[in-house]
């Protein structure tokens, strides 16, 4: 069975900033595309970033210019740095393989912007 586990939400005021991370578990982590989704309430969960084992990226374009993702593949940790924060970036952000979905899903990460 392998999990990741999100961290690094909170309640920050627009244009603040947060850092999340994501610790996984077992083998082949260096090998896996990894991404950042998140699911606002009444919405479906959407992929925000993702990046390649050699550390290609892809944004949504609601995020690019202001979120960035990376990873650490010695720790199995993915991270998503998120600057110039808007309400509409409120969700529950979660961190998975993609496209395929390999580990079971964390508890996710709160991340509500207000002022």
């Known amino acids: 069975q392998v999990q990741v586990v999100e961290s690094g939400g909170g309640l920050v005021q627009p244009g603040g900033s947060l850092r999340l991370s994501c610790a996984a578990s077992?083998?082949?982590?260096?090998?896996?595309?990894m991404a950042w989704y998140r699911q606002a309430p009444g919405k479906q969960r959407d992929v925000v970033a993702s990046?390649?084992?050699?550390?290609?990226?892809n944004y949504t374009d609601s995020v690019k210019g202001r979120f960035t993702i990376s990873r650490d593949n010695a720790k199995k940790t993915v991270y998503l740095q998120m600057n110039s924060l808007k309400p509409e970036d409120t969700a529950v952000y979660y961190c998975?393989?993609?496209?395929?979905?390999?580990?079971?899903w964390g508890p996710g990460a709160q991340v509500t912007v207000s002022s």
């Open positions: 990046v390649t084992g050699v550390n290609n990226t």
């Open positions: 077992g083998s082949a982590f260096s090998i896996r595309r």
């Open positions: 998975n393989s993609w496209p395929t979905v390999i580990y079971d």
